[in-house]
């Protein structure tokens, strides 16, 4: 693959965590100095290929993919970029928190439902918002993705439960001392449009990601881990870090909705943004009951390819977020061409399930064009199981979806959910989930 086909990022030292997370935060789209962002600058490379097994021979048909070449591939992300996931499921208990018939004026069922870890009624729990359309007749397809700051940011109904687990600091958004306040109710309503996604026939189910890991290195101590991995002092190479505790937590996710009579669990997407993007993609990679998959700005780790260096690099985010990844991802800072995986092999992991992937014009930090090219460069596993990846790895024009079993665009703006794109994903939805 030469540089004309491809785009870049560098590296840079920040000796204070608490900048560093600033600087990657979900709310802000700076593009940190020092970094490549200049096309020109990308490093030729070659990616791993996608359609030969470990023994050098060839996968030639569905069956070889299915039976051989994807389980290597995941065995090799779980070993060298994600980790493993916790260990067990344990015995899910569920509790209604609350219902309401007629949310959002009507229009809407919004439910809270508990999800137990464990026995113990003070351990481990995630809770679950779920809205569905009033007046459906059958069960709906759903969108369900993690978000960043509490089920009560989606939506200002004073109703829905104010989280009481671990938040970032922002005393804009009213989270104070690592709690929130009724000032933070409804904060990110605009990247949850939910009215909107009822309007259309689909429900919508999220999960607060602090509930299960929050998102800070401490060793593990917390969230999920602290029950299912009560020992971290020794951890393996491959222990799985907070996306797989995350990720993990969809698919426990998607154990409730499948059970849900208002819900139809086999159409269900998985949807996130920045590294709760990442988190989608893992999940419905790892995952094949998600029935479509969408990353929203998941750049590095993400959508976008390692090897092109370009915004946010492996070392970076390595350092910056040392709990996100398993150990072993580490001995690729700044040796991106030596690991075995790049993330055109995480899309095709998806196939043949439709995958959406969404850039902003302004977001270089997370590499719009390496994030298509991944999705372009899955192509070849989407067309061996029967589907149409995308037709061309031409820079793609701003605001100009590209939907066929695959899909992707870049729109104007920075490192953001908009109405824009949950249009185009419902959409994409309506011909795949539909």
Same mark, same amino acid.
């Given at each position: 693959m030469?540089?004309?086909?491809?785009?870049?990022?560098?590296?840079?030292?920040?000796?204070?965590?608490?900048?560093v997370a600033l600087l990657h935060s979900s709310e802000v789209s700076a593009q940190p100095?020092?970094?490549?962002?200049?096309?020109?600058?990308?490093p030729d490379f070659d990616l791993p290929e996608l359609l030969k097994l470990l023994d050098g021979s060839a996968v030639k048909s569905d069956e070889d993919w299915t039976s051989k070449r994807r389980s290597e591939i995941l065995s090799l992300f779980r070993e060298h970029v994600f980790g493993n996931d916790p260990a067990g499921v344990p015995q899910l208990r569920t509790r209604e928190r609350s219902r309401k018939q007629d949310a959002l004026g009507g229009r809407a069922v919004r439910r809270q439902i508990t999800v137990f870890f464990s026995d113990d009624d003070d351990g481990p729990s995630m809770d679950i918002l779920i809205y569905t359309p009033t007046d459906a007749k059958t069960p709906v397809p759903c969108f369900m993705g993690l978000n960043f700051h509490g089920n009560h940011s989606v939506d200002p109904d004073p109703d829905i439960h104010l989280?009481?687990?671990?938040?970032?600091?922002?005393?804009?958004?009213?989270?104070?001392?690592?709690?929130?306040?009724?000032?933070?109710? @409804?904060?990110?309503? $605009? +990247?949850?449009?939910?009215?909107?996604? %009822?309007? &259309?026939?689909?429900?919508?189910?999220?999960?607060?990601?602090?509930?299960?890991?929050?998102?800070?290195?401490?060793?593990?101590?917390?969230?999920?881990?602290?029950?299912?991995?009560p020992d971290t002092t020794e951890r393996a190479g491959n222990a799985g870090g907070s996306i797989s505790a995350w990720a993990w937590a969809l698919s426990r996710g998607l154990d409730v909705l499948e059970m849900d009579p208002l819900v139809d669990g086999s159409k269900v997407?998985?949807?996130?943004?920045?590294?709760?993007?990442?988190?989608?993609?893992?999940?419905?990679?790892?995952?094949?009951?998600?029935?479509?998959?969408?990353?929203?700005?998941?750049?590095?780790? @993400?959508?976008?390819? $390692? +090897?092109?260096?370009?915004?946010?690099? %492996?070392? &970076?985010?390595?350092?910056?977020?040392?709990?996100?990844?398993?150990?072993?991802?580490?001995?690729?800072?700044?040796?991106?061409?030596?690991?075995?995986?790049?993330h055109h092999m995480l899309m095709a992991l998806i196939a043949p399930r439709p995958v959406y992937v969404a850039s902003a014009e302004d977001d270089k930090w997370a590499d719009p064009h390496g994030e298509m090219l991944s999705l372009y460069h899955a192509g070849p596993v989407f067309e061996l199981l029967g589907r149409s990846g995308l037709p061309s790895n031409d820079v793609a024009t701003v605001n100009k979806p590209i939907q066929t079993d695959v899909a992707y665009h870049i729109r104007t703006g920075k490192h953001d959910v908009t109405d824009f794109d949950w249009t185009q994903y419902m959409n994409f939805a309506d011909l795949h989930l539909k």
């Open positions: 030469n540089r004309s086909q491809l785009r870049p990022f560098v590296t840079i030292i920040v000796t204070s965590f608490a900048f100095a020092g970094y490549n962002y200049d096309e020109s600058k990308v989280t009481t687990s671990w938040v970032r600091n922002d005393t804009k958004r009213g989270n104070i001392d690592h709690r929130a306040t009724e000032k933070s109710r @409804g904060q990110s309503s $605009s +990247r949850w449009p939910v009215e909107m996604i %009822v309007s &259309r026939g689909y429900g919508l189910a999220t999960i607060y990601y602090g509930d299960v890991d929050p998102d800070f290195d401490d060793g593990f101590k917390n969230g999920i881990h602290s029950l299912l991995e997407s998985t949807f996130g943004h920045s590294r709760l993007g990442k988190t989608s993609l893992w999940a419905g990679a790892s995952d094949e009951r998600f029935a479509m998959v969408i990353s929203n700005d998941s750049g590095c780790g @993400g959508a976008a390819l $390692s +090897r092109r260096r370009f915004g946010e690099t %492996v070392k &970076r985010i390595n350092t910056s977020f040392p709990h996100w990844f398993c150990i072993n991802h580490r001995q690729y800072n700044e040796n991106e061409n030596a690991s075995p995986v790049d």
